[in-house]
Nanobody
Framework: QVQLVESGGGLVQPGGSLRLSCVAS????????MSWYRQGPGKERELVAG???????NYADSVKGRFIIARDNAKNTVYLQMSSLKLEDTAVYYC???????????WGQGTPVTVSS
């Protein structure tokens, strides 16, 4: 059974930092493209960052230079280091896995991030 469990969300002041983690199980983590999405209040879900099986990252323009995505295949974990957080980063952050061979797609339950003074 594919499972993605996010953690690390919370309340942070503008300019602060948080690190999100997503622990995966039930599939071949090293063969999956891992991504972080977010859905803000009243907004559609959007891609924040992704990382390929070859460790190549990509970022939404809105987070470039502030967020870093990384993966640890030995721990079946993907991280999102968020710095210089802004009010508009407030959202529920979701982990996504897409296996490159099977095409199977999975989502975590989400972890909320609130940026507020």
């Amino acid at each position: 059974q594919v499972q993605l469990v996010e953690s690390g969300g919370g309340l942070v002041q503008p300019g602060g930092s948080l690190r999100l983690s997503c622990v995966a199980s039930g599939f071949s983590f090293s063969s999956a493209v891992m991504s972080w999405y977010r859905q803000g209040p009243g907004k559609e879900r959007e891609l924040v960052a992704g990382i390929t099986t070859y460790d190549m990252p990509n970022y939404a323009d809105s987070v470039k230079g502030r967020f870093i995505i990384a993966r640890d295949n030995a721990k079946n974990t993907v991280y999102l280091q968020m710095s210089s957080l802004k009010l508009e980063d407030t959202a529920v952050y979701y982990c996504n896995a897409r296996e490159i061979y099977s095409g199977r797609n999975a989502w975590g339950q989400g972890t909320p991030v609130t940026v507020s003074s």
